[in-house]
C-alpha cells in the first residue's frame, strides 16, 4: 500500500511556471512507478508524465512536451512536476499515482494508487 499527497497548485497566468508535488508513504517509493495525470473540466483524466523508479527513464504526453519535467528524489519519496509556459488548456485538476512495476505506463487503468489531486488553473 502507498499514500499519495498533492500540493502545490494555485492559479497562474498563462505564460508562468508551477511546480506540483506528491508525498508517497506507506512503502519505499523506490518501489514504483509514479505518474502524474490531470482532469481538465468536464473531460476524462489523461496522461501527463510518468517516471521509472529510479528516475532515469522518463516520458510525457504530446501536450506538454518540452514545458513540464517529471523528476523524483527517491530518499525524500517525492515525484515533482515542473510547468513551465502553461497555457490556460492545462487547467485541471492534476493528480500523482504509483504502480509497483518496472515498467512504465501512460493508461490510468494501470496505476492502482491515487492522491486527492490539487487543483492548477492558468488564466488568459
Known amino acids: 500500500q502507498v499514500q499519495l499527497v498533492e500540493s502545490g497548485g494555485g492559479l497562474v497566468q498563462a505564460g508562468a511556471s508551477l511546480s506540483v508535488s506528491c508525498a508517497a508513504s506507506?512503502?519505499?517509493?523506490?518501489?514504483?512507478?509514479m505518474g502524474w495525470f490531470r482532469q481538465p473540466p468536464g473531460k476524462e483524466r489523461e496522461f501527463v508524465a510518468t517516471?521509472?523508479?529510479?528516475?532515469?527513464?522518463?516520458d510525457y504526453a504530446d501536450s506538454v512536451k518540452g514545458r513540464f519535467t517529471i523528476s523524483r528524489e527517491n530518499l525524500k519519496n517525492t515525484v515533482y512536476l515542473q510547468m513551465n509556459s502553461l497555457k490556460p488548456e492545462d487547467t485541471a485538476v492534476y493528480y500523482c499515482?504509483?504502480?509497483?512495476?518496472?515498467?512504465?505506463?501512460?493508461?490510468?487503468?494501470?496505476?492502482?494508487?491515487w492522491g486527492q489531486g490539487t487543483q492548477v488553473t492558468v488564466s488568459s
Open positions: 499515482a504509483a504502480r509497483f512495476s518496472s515498467l512504465l505506463s501512460t493508461r490510468v487503468n494501470e496505476y492502482p494508487y
Open positions: 517516471i521509472s523508479r529510479s528516475g532515469d527513464s522518463t
Open positions: 506507506g512503502r519505499a517509493s523506490s518501489s514504483y512507478v
